[in-house]
């Protein structure tokens, strides 16, 4: 059955299992799907058929599956096919590979063995308890009287009597924790596990520690500080008690070489104490730490604790379920180097020249009992100080007290920050500061890049770079609004604007089945979603617009991955929300709070939700709630709730017409603005007969505005789909290639490296705003991100995981050439385009086990080429289509260069 010599073709590459996870260990996810790519090649078009076996050894495949065989399929699908083997344990380990039949029923080999090992999945896996000392006795009142909790120190030794064959670290915490064992770091995770709901959920983590333990004596050591536990979020009024202390939860399980179990827990007889080197700890505030106290060895077992406390203890919470962490944890990734350093009243300010997120690794001479102070701003004051109003509360200092004459090496544990100058005083001044002194570290969740985006436009490249920028500085754990201000949090509203575009230029898709995981959990009774998620404020208010995550974030991100998981995971959610919906309507218009088209520029109101009427808005995102979950009910194939909900819409968007709009398809009753007309065009609202119209009267408002935009987080991104559908590209460019505000390169003129949350935070002649929530890195206005991707550069899925890609690229002046690359489910899509001397050139990759429609402007009575040859249609491309601009054609997997004519 496996290998017969009729195998010939090369096997399936990238093996993943669910959300995209390579060989995961601590995995998550007792009911996987299985993920592969078919290689490129001249012969392998598409997949007729499947097959994949798994096994509890390796050695027992492919031939002896003992958990699954899935036996051959007649199916081209690659990508989320569900395992429907034995049902998994925790700590499982599955081996498991995969084969295909090509167009011609030519089998592949079987692909290289892959495996992932179930993390603990249920609380009652868990022998440890939680321990820890209690800090909130002896606590400080913080910033905002906020009670701060000291960082702790943990420990626990013990002793092996036998060789180790293998050992696991299961561990967690309500706090952030750091944990090495035998004076060994156990990973380079930061800020772990993570902020999820945590009166829901808790996410814990697996290590492989096999190479760290040794037989005789040995030791654990954790650092605990609050992180978003019990840490000084905003507001302070988390539906967790932020006066609990934080604590730890370890249990590290060790296979003897004899075969016997050793197993270590957190329990009573560990050690703490709260006077170690880190003073102080805080998201929001930053570090303390003093290099006095330093305790060396305290995690070894030549260490002696006899000083310490005993811990207190305390049990599981059944309420709270413990699940291995379903997404990647947050590391350093990059490491940006100062380019420009220069002094400043006694103190040394060095310039990264890119906004960013994480920590400073500092290297620098110090005088034993100095104080360095790290200071951080995203910006300075035309006067060379530090811009820090837009931090608000948020201190973000961190301080070193040295402890001897010498450099000191310091990197902050429990903190991060958004910032692009680092100013240190405090230093040895009789030493000449290097540009080596400071080293951005920059923080994200171990995500990789996905998507790559480029033209020949220097502008637009900056904004391709800001865009991605925001992504990387807000995607630490959970999508915030933003990363430096006392904030930092899931706003639900910016995640909807920005979901489409993180998962082109990010490997994301973990990241936000993660999320929509604590989305679920946060929605409350009575179907609202929260502001943000996880829930800071617990004030059980929903606004419209940014509750619509819930419908909004499931559908787009499955038009991008083809994951019908996904949407059965999501859809009671979505069916729940629309229910609120409804019961914040009357007669179909919604009365919904909201924060409306917040930040428009120029409001007539001067209110920061803009012009917009909140019952317009409500209406419109009801109605289009309503559609996204018919939707999805048809691929799940539930008739009749697509029935149900296909007429709830309808519902909705006649009683929007009727409310809001005349007989002449203008807006009435209320202030007619872009963003109104926007709404009603992009969720498709109106009659037919109406359209045209409304369509006039957006262009018309757009050009009372002197062609400028007037729109906010809610309209911005639905500008360029719903001028593109009109066949108005040229006024998306027109609006896109802007240089004055309000614009996206108004922005880029002033000097920024991210996207800012409003259309003019600073301005070179009139300087910052002055309003204090004036974030420099807010990604939601990068929504724009979607279009350049799908259309100035032209790669866009037609069918639900780019099973069917739209190659469409708008070639328009001042671009002369763009390209875009993406690796979608299936592999890796491209798009490349020049305009030169009157001919259009195309050169696109379509990935095996797909077809595009590529769409080619030119004139279409002179003639075509393809790969230098005048094109004639054949069984690989073949033109469907012409109009007068342009030529239609339906293309198999391969990479193809034309040429057309263009004026
Ligand atoms: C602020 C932020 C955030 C926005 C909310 C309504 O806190 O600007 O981005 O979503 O307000």
């Not at 005993?310 to 990647?328: F, G, Q, S, Y």
């Not at 030493?431 to 080596?436: F, G, I, L, V, Y």
């Not at 991605?468 to 006392?486: H, K, M, S």
Request: some cysteine.
């Amino acid at each position: 059955m496996s290998c017969n010599s009729n195998d010939s073709l090369e096997n399936a590459q990238d093996l993943m299992v669910s959300e995209g996870f390579e060989n995961p260990l601590g995995f998550y996810d007792a009911n996987p799907t299985f993920s592969w790519k078919l290689p490129v090649s001249e012969n392998i078009k598409s997949q007729s058929a499947y097959q994949i076996v798994a096994a509890s050894s390796p050695d027992l495949l492919p031939d002896n599956a003992d958990l699954w065989n899935s036996k051959k399929q007649q199916s081209s699908q690659s990508t989320w096919v569900k395992y429907e083997g034995a049902a998994l344990q925790s700590r499982q380990k599955v081996y498991w590979q995969v084969k295909y039949w090509n167009q011609d029923g030519e089998a592949s080999k079987w692909s290289e063995i892959n495996h992932f090992e179930m993390g603990l999945l249920n609380n009652s896996d868990w022998k440890a308890k939680w321990v820890g000392l209690d800090t909130a006795k002896d606590s400080i009142r913080g910033r905002e009287k906020v009670l701060i909790h000291k960082p702790q120190y943990l420990r626990k030794a013990f002793e092996l009597s036998k060789d180790v064959t293998s050992a696991r670290l299961y561990i967690t915490s309500k706090g952030v924790f750091d944990v090495s064992i035998n004076g060994e770091n156990v990973s380079d995770d930061v800020m772990s596990p993570g902020f999820t709901t945590y009166n829901k959920r808790i996410e814990t983590l697996t290590y492989d520690v096999t190479n760290l333990i040794e037989p005789g004596q040995n030791a654990i050591g954790v650092e605990l500080a609050s992180g978003w536990y019990s840490g000084r979020l905003l507001w302070g009024t988390t539906p967790w008690d932020n006066t609990i202390s934080p604590k730890v939860l370890a249990q590290l399980e060790i296979t003897m070489n004899d075969g016997s179990k050793e197993i270590i827990v957190s329990d009573a007889s560990w050690k703490g104490m709260s006077n170690g080197p880190l003073q102080f700890a805080e998201i929001y505030d930053g570090e303390i730490y003093n290099a006095n106290l330093e305790m060396p060895h305290w995690t070894t077992n030549n260490f002696d604790d006899k000083d310490w406390t005993n811990v207190e203890v305390a049990n599981l919470d059944d309420k709270v379920k413990l699940e291995p962490k379903r997404h990647t944890t947050t590391k350093g990734k990059i490491e940006l180097k100062p380019q420009e350093i220069t002094k400043k009243d006694g103190a040394i300010i060095f310039d990264l020249k890119q906004n960013m997120v994480g920590v400073p690794f500092v290297k620098v001479p110090m005088k034993k009992g100095d104080t360095l102070q790290i200071r951080f701003a995203e910006m300075l004051s035309p006067d060379g100080t530090f811009y820090t109003k837009n931090y608000r509360s948020a201190h973000s200092t961190d301080y070193y007290i040295a402890a001897e004459d010498g450099d000191i090496a310091y990197q902050p544990k429990f903190t991060f920050h958004g910032f692009r100058f680092v100013e240190l005083s405090g230093f040895d001044t009789s030493k000449t500061p290097t540009e080596d002194w400071v080293t951005g570290i920059v923080q994200y969740s171990d995500f990789d890049d996905n998507g790559t985006f480029k033209s020949s436009h220097e502008k637009l490249n900056q904004l391709q770079s800001n865009i991605v920028w925001g992504l990387r500085g807000n995607f630490l754990d959970i999508p915030t609004d933003c990363p430096q201000r006392n904030e930092r949090l899931g706003w639900t509203g910016d995640a909807q604007v920005f979901g489409p575009t993180s998962m082109f230029n990010a490997d994301v898709y973990k990241f936000w089945a993660s999320w929509l995981q604590s989305v679920r959990e946060a929605q409350l009774e009575d179907g609202a979603i929260p502001w943000t998620v996880p829930d800071s404020r617990g004030n059980k208010i929903a606004s419209s617009g940014w509750g619509d995550v819930g419908t909004i974030i499931p559908w787009k991100i499955f038009m991008r991955t083809g994951d019908v998981g996904f949407l059965e995971d999501n859809f009671e959610m979505m069916k729940n929300w629309v229910g609120y919906h409804q019961k914040k309507s009357n007669k179909h218009i919604s009365n919904m709070m909201s924060f409306s088209d917040w930040l428009q520029p120029f409001p007539e109101s001067g209110d920061n939700k803009g012009d917009t009427s909140r019952n317009l808005i409500g209406t419109a995102f009801f109605a289009h709630s309503a559609k996204l979950t018919a939707h999805t009910a048809k691929v799940l194939g539930k008739t009749e709730e697509h029935a149900k909900y296909e007429a709830l819409y309808k519902t909705v968007a006649k009683a929007f017409d009727n409310e809001f709009f005349d007989d002449e398809g203008k807006v009435k009753g209320v202030a007619e603005t872009q963003t109104s007309y926007l709404l009603a065009l992009a969720f498709d609202l109106l009659p037919e007969s109406k359209i045209k119209n409304a369509q006039a009267n957006l262009l018309r408002k757009l050009k009372d505005a002197d062609y400028h935009l007037r729109t906010g987080f809610l309209g911005t991104p639905l500008l360029s789909r719903v001028l593109d559908d009109m066949g108005e590209v040229d006024m998306v460019y027109k609006l896109l290639f802007n240089e004055t505000y309000p614009s996206w390169f108004y922005s880029i003129n002033q000097g920024a490296t991210t996207i800012w949350e409003r259309w003019n935070s600073y301005s070179k002649t009139e300087g910052y705003n002055p309003m204090s929530m004036n974030s420099l890195n807010h990604y939601a206005y990068g929504a724009i991100g979607e279009w350049m991707y799908e259309r100035i550069a032209g790669i866009a899925p037609l069918e639900a995981g780019y099973k069917t890609i739209l190659i469409a690229p708008q070639a328009r002046q001042p671009l002369s050439s763009a390209s875009a690359s993406l690796n979608t489910p299936h592999g890796k899509v491209s798009s490349a385009w020049e305009v030169k001397e009157g001919k259009f050139y195309l050169e696109t990759v379509i990935p095996p086990n797909t077809t595009a429609k590529v769409i080619i402007p030119g004139n279409t009575a002179n003639e075509l080429q393809l790969n230098s040859e005048v094109f004639k249609s054949h069984n690989q491309v073949e033109l469907v289509k012409t109009n007068d601009t342009s030529f239609l054609l339906l293309v198999q997997p391969g990479t193809y260069k034309f040429v057309s004519t263009f004026k």
